[in-house]
């Protein structure tokens, strides 16, 4: 049960009371009208009649209506059970839904075109002679195979291996004397790898216009089957026409990779078995399905727009079979109903489709336009109670294109919604909901501007009636509540802050539930999660697994600097769950992976790192690896990761560690600028150039000025640089210190904090207000330990305090390791308030699942690396479980065996 003061549930009651009577006096709201779609030869009567139950007006809409819907005054428009809608209302479905329309789809396959392939005909064939296609490729020889694929005897395909970075590499071929117009279906084999999750498919018609299509490559064989409506062309003006690609007009067939939407600098390859072309069933319509609402980005890449109206709420819906039990949803006041369901078939409501190609944006503006509320109404179960997916959902959209529009969504194949039923009553409180009373949109937390100690909850509100709502707002979280009365313009959307006061020092950090209560005349509603941060740590190491899982050699993401921390956080967690209590607490999110698989994936990813370090010390980042780049700053925080990892290590494990990291601080202390240096360097910059400060370091190892911009023939070292090199890399020598009684290692720690000190650096970067820590966690100086943890405490802790929303993901999500080096302190030095409230905001934002911008989500939207924006959403996960992990277990994530010593 959630937790309420008596000071709270006196104020909620008494303002109820208030409403209530208000309410006697308001007018009564304008009739909603519900549009229902009725097929010609079929009757939607019992629809009908069950919103008339409940006194809806009813319009009937027929093909005619719905292409003229957006004027017809609908304020929802219903889908019927089992019924398609008609392929070409669907813009102005569109245009209608853009407009904050309401959507009611109980079809589960109402906007799903994809067509049947039937009477295929083989069209090329791959042996060893080239026949029927052309080999193309970029500025690399592709290596060429012809394997059997398996399972097909006798039958093979071709295999084309190429630096991705090199070009384009693809099959060309003709298509003329098999095309016809009714072979409008494309099927063929085909398999990617690591590094080739997404080929392209481009077809040039007789009239010289390029149409476009792309695929999920998986690692293993697979057949595909695209259908030619579903190619996009690269001229604008047809696609603005709604113009198809002609079967009958294609010439050529393109399929390969494409390195705009990949990521470039490694080896990939991909395969290609037997092509067929088919003919759709009698009753298939040539229109574009909806698998192309998946390949904006890529589309982006391709300098191609994408048909902004195609719409399918259950796309990649599954069936969901095995299902025990139905439950209702929590936290949500929309119904309460539990219809039996047992002789239909049942579908999951899917969340949106994950992100697919290489993107710039930030992880943030990725999220906005998707941020909706998703409130479960149904939830289907397995026999151990492990949630299936869900039946039925109300999707309340806060932004994007949808922005204030609502959809009920019921996966319930064949269901019928009568009078009187429960699933018809199940329904029509649904429809109230979004229609009849205002409605918690969204929950966001931050500092409130006033007191810094303050912790404040950001509520968005919709009011859909044509009234305003005189309404409470009641926000609770453990033993903090807060509430405040306001009014809500009619048809509006509004952020409402409430103040919840202080955190006190008992406050239940890492795992507590919170609750948002709306009450008025004209309806309440409710919004609650829990967060737990044992919970959302484990999913982290479970997801960066599976993005491990995704690539050849160890690493998590394309930036090893950030993956350094989910590998830090790992190998504490492994240790952390060797409790049993702790393991059986948590044994419902580990599911099949063991604490030695989450340790096993940490080494994995470390074990790389020394394999591939270079023999004069410097170390691949996991970008710009074509070029042989290595940089003094990116290599230090792996390093500093490493020297932390191997004090919890065993000896000879810890021994390859500590013999990488020696060799990186010889190479680091290479471009250390002393006055000589400095005095050299100024000759090329100018004298009192920033890159040229007596103290910092050079950048390292690079193949152009970062400066002046002018590209050298090869990589060689970068010797000036900016401060922020020295600040990011000082952490690994004085760690170092503390291991290894070698004296170079707190001389060199010694040379850094005090050139720290005398450049007046900031503490307040994410990577900084590490590194400064650690330098007062390793040095034994008692005036430069005062003089480093003024300047922590001037900077580190006043930079997790902005009152900002969102602040974590600045950076792309480096941000959001800003909260680490706080977490120390907070434990080894001093608490308080101001940290209290910092460390709640971002929990509370973070690991409430039913967020956009929480972690889980994040997860299911970013599950693989090619996308720039993935390693954003990698980082979201890597550091903050560094964070987490030191919440859980304090000093999991610093030296084993090293105790704080007090600054005096």
Known sequence: ??????????????????????????????????????????????????????????????????????????????????????????????????????????????????????????????????????????????????????????????????????GDVYLDIPMTAHRAADRSVLSFMARGDYEVEILFLRIRDSRGTDWVAFIDATPEWQQYQVSFADFVPVDAKKLAAGELLDPASILRLHIGFDPTILWTELQGSFGVGPIYLGSPAEDDIYTPTAEVTKWQVAYIGNKTQMPNWVIDPFLDTQPLDNVVSIDVGLNQAVSGRLPDLGAYKLWTVPGLPYARGREDKDHIDLLTPEDMRRIPLLIAKDGKGNTLGTLAEVRLHNDGKYRRGAWVLFGIEGARYVKGSDLGELLLDAVDYILKQPRISRV????????????????????????TVEAVLTVSAADISGSRTFNMPAKSMMEYPVVLGEIKEDFPLTDFTWQVELTSASGNDLFGDRMNVEEQLIKSAKYIIDLQ?????????????????????????????????????NQHVLGDVRPEDIRAAALRFTDMISHRQRPDGSIPMGYNELKNNSYVADVGTITLGMAQMSSWLDEEKAAEYRNVIDKYLDWRQLYYIDEERSELLQAIYGKGHQATRVGSYGLGLMNSDYYTKVSWNETKPHEAGPTWVLTISMGTAAAMSKLDPNPKYKEIAMMDANGFLRLGESASGHFQSETTFWLIYTLTDPQVRADLMKVFERDALFAISATRKYDWFDNNSRGILRWLAPTYYRHFVKDSPLLRVSLVKALWGLCSESSTYSLEYSRHKFIHTTMGPSAGAARYATMSAAWFMELLKPGSTLLKDVAWDPVQ
């Open 1 to 166: 049960m959630y937790r309420h003061g008596i000071r709270s549930l006196f104020v909620r009651t008494v303002a109820l009371l208030c409403l209530l009577c208000l309410g006697q006096g308001m007018a009564a709201a304008v009739d909603s009208v519900i549009g229902i779609y009725q097929p010609d030869g079929r009757s939607v009567q019992p629809l009908v009649d069950l919103f008339k139950s409940r006194d809806y007006p009813v319009r009937i809409l027929d093909e005619e209506g719905l292409e003229n819907l957006t004027g017809a005054g609908i304020s929802a428009l219903v889908i019927p059970p089992d019924t398609m809608y008609p392929a070409a209302a669907r813009q102005t479905l569109n245009t209608y839904l853009s407009g904050a329309g309401n959507l009611v789809d109980l079809s589960v396959h109402g906007l799903n075109y994809t067509p049947s392939c039937l009477n295929p005909t083989q069209i090329v064939e791959f042996g060893s002679e080239q026949r029927g296609y052309y080999i193309m490729r970029g500025t690399e020889v592709p290596q060429v195979t012809y394997p059997e694929i398996p399972g097909m005897p006798g039958v093979r395909g071709i295999h084309l291996a190429s630096r991705v970075g090199a």
């Open 444 to 467: 966001t937390t931050t500092i409130y501007s006033r007191n810094f100690s303050q912790l404040e909850a950001a509520i968005l509100v919709t009011n859909p009636l044509d009234e």
């Open 549 to 585: 899982n995704g690539h050849g050699d160890g690493r998590i993401s394309h930036y090893f600097f950030s993956d350094i921390y989910g590998a830090r956080a790992m190998l504490a967690l492994s240790d952390y769950l060797q409790d049993p209590a702790t393991a059986a607490r």
